[in-house]
């Protein structure tokens, strides 16, 4: 079958393997579309990050590179091995990319995101979305009924909101700024209406600008190259200061930006991977007793979140603005991405 393994830097090769084989407690699946992620772009540019360099097997996985990419997709279900019970042949599903040690216990209630050499589907091993077909334990499969599969290809990065979003305790009624609205900023953001949070955006990019507007995952967008932002999110919410506001940018001012406009005794949540140490004004987070948490991908969001599409609270055909072959993933996907990053959101793969 045809897959995309990354070798190294600028290595992604699209090769033929072997399909993978069914164990007990596994399921086969059918990738039918992929997503192409920010994660993947920093692996492609500046990588191996999450991907266990060759020669240096990752813990739990113990596979090496070159390893098979993709860990934002959707498919169906083409064969249940042995003990599997509860999904079946034919049905629909997104996959919880999950590498997780053996003994950790993943039920409810459990921060199994936080256990030791935690690792993904399509970046640590275990195969991953951009190729036909992957073997995935039972207990990352998630049905969607009739979600349509390539909506669902944004399942994984909506829980990744979803998940910030539980992280911030906000709750309805409450005002939250969101700082920089690439992928990960829109579907939270939509998340946040979703739960009737007004949100306010801020940034930048026109083209990312108009997309918030265009989805109406936003109540206000703000430019801070065009205003003050802390003193625009004061006069929206009557000089109290926002309640929670998410970083979402990588970007040291954004952070800084809503140390500055969250009230205070107020909940920044960062979501960003930051590539370098960011330089913030600490006085503001200590003299406003503010929390600064972070927020690590999802822990038994998929259920919840996956209840949002279907109850029509988040519509995620907006935010595909690309659909590609395998075969020209580095070409129309990787590069397009790096070239044109702030025309597009979501581009899917179909393997
Ligand atoms: N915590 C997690 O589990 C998790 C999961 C996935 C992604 N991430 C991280 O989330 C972050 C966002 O991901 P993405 O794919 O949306 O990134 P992105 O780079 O596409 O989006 C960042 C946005 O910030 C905007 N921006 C830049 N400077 C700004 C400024 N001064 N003010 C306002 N906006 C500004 C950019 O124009 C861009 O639209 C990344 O750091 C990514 O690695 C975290
Ligand atoms: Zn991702």
Redesign the pocket.
Known sequence: MRAARYYARHDIRIEDIAEPVLLPGTVMVQVAWCGI???DL?EYLDGPIFVPAHGHPQPISHEDAPVTLGHEFSGTITAVGDGVTALHVGENVVIEPYIIGPGVDTGPGHEYQLSPDMNFIGLGGRGGGLSEKVVVEQRWVHPIGDIPLDAAALIE?LA?GH??WVRSGAVAGDTAVV????????LLAAVLKAQGITVIV????EA?KAIAVRTGVADHVLD?TLVDVGAEVRKLTEGRGADVGFE????D??LD?LLETVKPAGVVVN????GHRPAVDMQKLVLKEIDLRG???YANDHPATIKLVQDGKVRLEPFITGRIDLGDLIRDGFDALIEH??TEVKILVHP
């Open positions: 992620c920010g994660t920093h990065p990744v998940h910030a700082g920089g609205a690439g992928p990960i900023g829109l801020s940034e930048v990019s990312r801070p979402c940018s990588s970007v001012a954004v930006m979501v960003s991977i930051w927020t690590i991908a990053k702030d």
